[in-house]
């Protein structure tokens, strides 16, 4: 493992309540969602991530407890290194800060989990639908979301797909 990540490691886990999990050499830190602008705050300014190369989230739907997991993928454009950020969300309270003041293009990203996951992002400038209709209903990415299923057809069930379908009477 690089050397500057587990400096900034080491100074995160010293300073915040955090859990590390390492897989193939590569590090996540599993934070709390209080923690999240300060450790990317020092992480920007002190270890030189200076890209949040991408944000995610994961549903753990029916199975886990908290039920999401959001995602965040740091990088250094200088040292070639990644860290990645998990903050764990309880299926009820679906609130994370904001990060858009210290990485500002996760506008967008946060616009993406709010609009797929309904994961809502306190201080947002813009919060709105990215991707979906404005008028959309629920959130697609969500692992209870309902959904729309249509058979497909083919040579041996066409008869029976047919007789299904809805047509025009005259």
Same mark, same amino acid.
């Given at each position: 493992?690089?050397?500057?990540?587990?400096?900034?490691?080491?100074?995160?886990?010293?300073?915040?309540?955090?859990?590390?999990?390492?897989?193939?050499?590569?590090?996540?830190?599993?934070?709390?969602?209080?923690?999240?602008?300060?450790?990317?705050?020092?992480?920007?300014?002190?270890?030189?991530?200076?890209?949040?190369?991408?944000?995610?989230?994961?549903?753990?739907?029916?199975?886990?407890?908290?039920?999401?997991?959001?995602?965040?993928?740091?990088?250094?454009?200088?040292?070639?290194?990644?860290?990645?950020?998990?903050?764990?969300?309880?299926?009820?309270?679906?609130?994370?800060?904001?990060?858009?003041?210290?990485?500002?293009?996760?506008?967008?990203?946060?616009?993406?989990?709010?609009?797929?996951?309904?994961?809502?992002? &306190?201080?947002?400038?813009?919060?709105?639908?990215?991707?979906?209709?404005?008028?959309?209903?629920?959130? *697609?990415?969500?692992?209870?979301?309902?959904?729309?299923? &249509?058979?497909?057809?083919?040579?041996?069930?066409?008869? &029976?797909?047919?007789?299904?379908? *809805?047509?025009?009477? &005259?």
């Amino acid at each position: 493992m690089n050397e500057k990540i587990q400096n900034a490691i080491q100074s995160i886990k010293s300073g915040f309540k955090v859990e590390e999990k390492t897989f193939r050499d590569e590090s996540t830190l599993i934070i709390s969602d209080d923690a999240l602008v300060d450790i990317c705050q020092s992480l920007r300014d002190d270890y030189g991530f200076n890209m949040l190369s991408s944000l995610t989230a994961v549903d753990y739907w029916p199975d886990g407890a908290p039920r999401f997991h959001a995602v965040y993928q740091l990088y250094s454009i200088e040292e070639n290194i990644t860290l990645r950020l998990r903050v764990p969300i309880s299926g009820e309270n679906t609130l994370l800060p904001t990060i858009e003041k210290i990485y500002p293009n996760a506008n967008w990203h946060e616009r993406e989990l709010w609009d797929m996951f309904g994961i809502k992002f &306190e201080g947002h400038s813009d919060l709105r639908r990215i991707l979906m209709p404005y008028d959309w209903e629920g959130h *697609p990415l969500r692992k209870d979301y309902p959904l729309g299923y &249509e058979e497909v057809q083919f040579t041996f069930n066409a008869e &029976e797909i047919d007789a299904k379908k *809805p047509y025009v009477k &005259e």
